[in-house]
């Protein structure tokens, strides 16, 4: 009885008793109602650029997890994008005729890989991104860092993929042009353009992948789409060559115009095979209309607009992908 009497008081004194305060070196953690809202930026993008070895090594630990370090897996990267371009040029060239006069096979197929080759570059970082958050689960849900640098790392190794083909690129480009001016210098800004652009989509995606995770399925198809109503099969020089002969409606015009990456892939092809309705066009006649010589210096506005929607896209994409990103870790 005694026993019992002194188990009661136990317990009584357990339930009374009044909780510790935490001790000074305890770290103690504040749970706040979740909402949408940005983080603090400065802290924030100090703590990626603390990290952005983490994003780097990524990048090439991921290479070598598909075994792109090898021979072989450099080769494919190259060889993969060599027989897309190959079956364009039939679709294109054999069975569209786009050649035309004045056009050798080589120029035009020289003239297909600038746009197919800097439009995969987008594709890449876009797909890469969208899939780098569901990818990364275990990371997020055990570690505390900046959810940016899963789509920046992402980012990353679309660049390890894209430049192998800018050699091989280089090789036809010579080939064909038989020289290199300095006006191609232009395509340093456009690619830098073209990043902050496909980095800011990729952004979105990878935050409404989490939400809607069949975008991941329907984003190749979106995509592919998006390419179609791009200068990037055909560039604009060259549709604005057949309105002009009436042979293509205004409309497709206007939608080529209207594309947001339109400016950017169009100053790629001016910048490497000039805005020519024909790839390194020398100045001709075509459908009774004259066309002189290609210029080969891209038109600055046409680099300022696009610039101005890469701003806007990596705006965007920043924004929505930070004010979730607290949010993640439950979404998973």
């Known amino acids: 009885m005694a026993t019992a009497t002194s188990e009661t008081g136990s317990v009584e004194e357990t339930r009374t008793k009044t909780p510790e305060p935490p001790r000074a070196t305890e ?13 603090k930026l400065g802290p924030y993008f100090r703590d990626v650029w603390a990290r952005r070895q983490f994003a780097t090594h990524m990048a090439s630990s991921t290479l070598k997890g598909q075994h792109f370090d090898s021979f072989f897996g450099q080769f494919w990267l190259v060889l993969n994008p060599m027989l897309l371009a190959l079956v364009y040029f039939l679709l294109t060239s054999v069975l569209g005729g786009q050649s035309g006069a004045g056009t050798s096979a ?11 080759f800097a439009f995969f570059y987008t594709r890449n970082v876009i797909q890469f991104a969208a899939s780098s958050i569901t990818g990364g689960g275990k990371m997020i849900i055990n570690m505390s860092f900046p959810k940016i640098l899963l789509p920046l790392s992402t980012t990353f190794t679309a660049m390890l993929t894209y430049f192998p083909t800018l050699l091989v690129y280089a090789c036809f480009y010579i080939f064909v042009h038989h ?22 989509l990729g952004l979105l995606f990878a935050a409404v992948t989490l939400y809607f995770r069949d975008m991941s399925t329907l984003l190749p198809y979106v995509l ?9 099969l055909f560039s604009l020089s060259y549709v604005k ?4 002969a009436g042979k293509l409606p205004h409309a497709i015009e206007a939608v080529y115009k209207w594309d947001p990456f339109s400016p950017i892939i169009n100053s790629w092809n001016t910048a490497l095979v000039g805005d020519g309705p024909r790839p390194f066009w020398k100045g001709g006649t075509i459908n009774g209309h004259f066309y002189a010589a290609a210029s080969y210096n891209p038109q600055l506005t046409e680099i300022l607009v696009g610039a101005v929607f890469a701003i806007v896209a990596l705006v965007v994409g920043a924004w929505y992908f930070m004010s979730r990103e607290r949010e993640f870790a439950v979404r998973l």
């Open 224 to 232: 592919r789409i998006w390419m179609y109503i791009t200068p990037v």
């Open 106 to 116: 080589m120029n035009h197929f020289v003239g297909l890989l600038t746009g197919l």
């Open 179 to 200: 020289a290199v001016a300095v006006g191609i210098l232009w395509i340093i800004p456009i690619f830098i353009i073209q990043t902050v652009f496909s980095f800011g």
């Open 241 to 244: 060559s057949e309105v002009a």
């Open 27 to 39: 770290q103690v953690h504040v749970f706040e109602p979740y909402r949408y809202a940005l983080p």
